[in-house]
């Protein structure tokens, strides 16, 4: 199955990872825990999701932009990181992302490419 576009947003931090969806940073720590690095996508990342982007593949977040918390944590991690995906809602409470008409549920595979600005579901 090809990779389909969920959405383009700012490269914050280079690279590319692959890993199933989380939206929390305690399901990141459980991804990472299991061994799969899971990508964290969130509204806005701040201080108190520290633990998680250390776990994470990568970051993503729907506000904040290359100056935003999520987006520098990422980079002294050397984490990819995708900011400002406006187009994406986030129901973190619901395990769910929508884009457009695809919706991605909790642990379902996405990759990111930081240098293209954007983020695939597998």
Known sequence: MSERLLVKGLGASPGRAKGPVAFS?????AFAAKGT???????????????GIRACAAL??????????GAIMARALGKPCLTSCGAVIVRASEK?????????REGEAVTLDAARGELFLD
């Open 96 to 104: 769910l992302l929508m884009a457009g008409d695809i919706s991605v």
């Open 25 to 29: 940073a305690t399901s990141v720590q």
């Open 60 to 69: 993503v977040t729907t506000r904040g932009g290359v100056t935003g918390d």
């Open 37 to 51: 690095p899971a990508v964290f996508v969130c509204i806005e990342a701040s201080a108190e999701d520290a633990d």
